[in-house]
């Protein structure tokens, strides 16, 4: 019995040890945009992860990342899901992408 309470005091040991406590979570930045579709005009909101991010600003080119004039937000390194809501036309279809480290930027698409 003392050697199977010493065994599991020695592997506790070495399992608390092994971690340092610095739990750190990579995250990256994604500059959001759509461009502009004679055939989906108007206002589309972001939807993110289930959260609505607000109204998508459409242009006719790609913006620089972290442009003050788009959405840019800062999400965890990995999968996301987002579609694009609109008032007056049916939802878009919801859509994977995937978050690195870095900056960068997203053209969103309805279909």
């Avoid at 937000?73 to 987002?82: D, E, I, M, N």
């Amino acid at each position: 019995m003392k050697k199977l309470f010493f065994f599991l005091v020695i592997i506790f040991t070495l399992i608390a040890c092994s971690k340092d406590g610095k739990e750190t979570t990579e995250t990256g930045q994604i500059t959001f945009y759509r461009i502009y579709n004679v055939n989906n005009p108007g206002q589309w909101n972001l939807i993110l992860d289930g959260v609505d991010k607000g109204s998508l600003k459409s242009t006719t080119q790609m913006p620089v990342c972290a442009d003050p004039g788009f959405i840019t937000l800062t999400l965890s390194v990995g999968t996301h899901k987002y579609y694009l809501k609109s008032s007056i036309y049916a939802s878009g279809n919801v859509k994977n992408f995937s978050v690195e480290t870095g900056c960068h930027q997203l053209s969103c698409t309805i279909n």
